[in-house]
């Protein structure tokens, strides 16, 4: 019986990364389609479709379905249209949130997001309602193991505002750099010409201020809000300002 139970609890979290990896793959199809629809199917010429592709790749998506993508998005393969929307508001706590989505069906989403917010004691706002307190930037992954100086020797050079390392138990992983929008793919091509890895890059929004959470149940339900905006399927990415308890400032 032991040995059924021990059988069944990997089936379990198989499931659950198998699942995971579902959603994932989903986001990130729906960028490449957003990207190819917008600016055609070449990434050499695409430079959205390009990041999208690279950002595919560093979550292991099959080639097979980077293409299929890719198609959809010039519309060789019929599907879905998809279009960007961002929606604002308050979490539990006074906590500012922007959700960015991926979606074919503008009124579901915004319904699904309302009721997100409502359900775990937040509320959607307007447009600009909270972004005025947030810096909108290019975030550049990379795999490395630089040391903190060496990193940002580098980041300066290459024309980033900041940079900082990742790390595990004391043992560094990777590296996380920000710069200008505008100026994602120079310092992006620097990095690939200083023979760095480039993981991943997105366009994130950075809280100029934030705010604390102490209060035991604001914690528990801005929790369940971020879960809950990441399993939707419609969302791409979420950006808080919130400061927990085990956070560094």
Known sequence: MAGHSKWANIKHRKAVV??????????VSKEIIVAARLGGGDPDANARLRVAVQNARAVSMPVDNIKRAIQRGTGEIEGAQYED???EGYGPGGVAVIVECTTENRNRTVQEVRAT???YGGNLGETNSVSWNFQRVAEIRLECSLSEESLLDIAISAGAH?????EEDGNIFGALIHCAVEDQFAVAS???NAKLTVAEQHIVFLPSTTVS???ADHIKKLTKLLDTFDDNDDVQQVFHNALLPDQDE
């Open 18 to 27: 198998d699942a995971r990896r579902g959603k994932l793959f989903t986001k």
């Open 85 to 87: 929307v961002t929606y």
């Open 117 to 119: 917010f409502s359900k």
């Open 162 to 166: 900041n940079a900082e390392v990742l």
């Open 190 to 192: 620097y990095l690939d």
């Open 213 to 215: 959470v102490e209060d």
